[in-house]
C-alpha cells in the first residue's frame, strides 16, 4: 500500500520506489536502482492526486532530457526501438 505521499519502500534496498504508470488503482512503482513493483492506491482522492503528479512530472523530465539530448528527432530504428 502506497503511503500519503504516493511512495513505498522498496523491499529490495529500501529506497523510496515512486509511481510512473497507472491504470485504476494498480500503480507500478520505480527506485532509483530501477527495481520494479507495483502497488495498490487507496481509492481516495488525494492520494490519486499525489500518484498522479509523480507521473506527470516524471513523464516531463524524460521528455525534457529527450529534447536536451536530441532523441526525440531520431527515426525509431536510431533509438533502439
Known sequence: ???SDGT?????C???QFP???EGRTV???????HHG????????VILRVVDN???RRGAQLHEQHERWGTDDL?????GG
Open 1 to 3: 500500500m502506497l503511503r
Open 75 to 79: 527515426p525509431e530504428r536510431s533509438r
Open 8 to 12: 513505498v519502500e522498496c523491499p529490495e
Open 20 to 22: 510512473y504508470a497507472r
Open 14 to 16: 529500501g529506497m523510496p
Open 54 to 56: 509523480w507521473i506527470m
Open 28 to 34: 507500478s512503482i520505480e527506485c532509483a536502482n530501477r
Open 38 to 45: 507495483s502497488a495498490v492506491v487507496r481509492d481516495d482522492v
